[in-house]
């Protein structure tokens, strides 16, 4: 009789842990097992909680084609060797809250995961989704001490989605040929860039007026907020995970995708010392490239602003954090 007791779970090893066993982080999980990326560890530190994620994900293998491992624990060991980290852990927003209202509970949940993630995979790329984003990807980056291109955060990816699904729903084509950007703190200030919004590559600045692109450009800078509003016991999660699933993706891939994503600036934009949405090329080394564009000087402006906002929330979190 053949046995099939030496057969391997997986056609490769890659292997994710992902921080935080709510709702986008066990979205994540299923998204990439979906697509056959990586075995994935799913951590929390509620008891039982990821365990039974797992096992339910577990069970639909046979459904959704994939024969990917998902093993939900509560003990970082697990996590060893990890290729990538993705940190969603944290608090989420609630009805009336910004962003900004989580620094002071997320910003010591990140520093703690951060701290016992980096034992054990000292040698993975991390991707921080907790909020305020683009403040808790620099407290991960100082915590871990990782050169800067192995730490990012998840944020254009999602907001120039959410702008990319505003733009066409308002003209009524195809999400597929729309492509949108946008650039900036993950925030009430974010920047979307209408001159680099396309559809079929035509600017979008050529198909509508500008009251209707502004119109957008505050829908998507609220896009967060207004599901927070609606669902009032929640927010997002779907589209988050996909967006941190595409740069999950990317690198496993290699693919050097040119996405925007929270990285380290060293004179780009005339900005230093801050993590904050620009475009980027995202491959297997994490961050290869932060591409920096030609802004007018209203856009430049408005970046600047936001990287202030965002430098503003560093210093308040590492005063609350007491390392001021």
């Known amino acids: ?38 075995n994935v560890v799913l951590l929390d530190v509620v008891e039982g909680m990821p365990q039974g994620i797992a096992l339910d994900l577990m069970q639909a293998q046979g459904l959704d084609y994939h024969n990917r491992e998902i093993k939900g624990t509560n003990d970082y060991a697990d996590t060893a060797s990890s290729d990538i980290v993705v940190i969603t852990a944290g608090i989420p927003r609630k009805p009336g809250m910004n962003r900004d209202d989580l620094i002071k509970i997320n910003a010591k949940i990140v520093v703690e995961v951060a701290q016992k993630a980096i034992v054990h995979s000292p040698d993975a790329l991390y991707i921080v989704v907790t909020n305020p984003l683009d ?18 955060g998840m944020a254009g990816v999602l907001d120039s989605a959410r702008f990319q699904t505003f733009i066409a729903m308002e003209l009524g084509v195809s999400v597929t040929d729309v492509r949108a950007l946008v650039i900036g703190s993950h925030g009430d200030s974010m920047v979307p860039l209408p001159r680099y919004s396309t559809v079929g590559g035509i600017p979008i600045t050529e198909l509508m007026d500008a009251e209707t692109i502004k119109r957008l450009s505050d829908r998507t800078r609220n896009g967060g ?62 961050i290869e490239t932060v591409i920096e564009l030609d802004l007018t000087d209203t856009e430049r402006a408005a970046l600047h602003e936001s990287a202030e906002s965002v430098r503003q929330n560093i210093e308040l979190a590492w005063a609350m954090l007491g390392n001021n």
């Open 225 to 286: 907020a207004e599901i927070v509003s609606l669902m009032r016991t929640g927010g997002a999660y779907t589209a988050p995970a996909s967006a941190a699933c595409s740069m999950v993706e990317a690198i496993l891939h290699n693919q050097s995708r040119v996405l925007p994503a929270a990285a380290y600036l060293q004179g780009e934009y005339g900005l230093n010392d801050i993590f904050i949405g620009v475009p980027t090329r995202l491959g297997c080394r994490g």
């Open 1 to 38: 009789m053949a046995s099939f007791s030496n057969l391997p779970i997986a056609c490769n090893d890659h292997r994710v842990s992902i921080i935080g066993g709510g709702k986008v982080g066990s979205t994540l999980a299923h998204r990439i097992a979906q697509k056959n990326l990586a």
């Open 135 to 152: 403040v808790m990807t620099y407290l991960a980056w100082q915590t871990t001490g990782l050169p800067t291109n192995r730490v990012m």
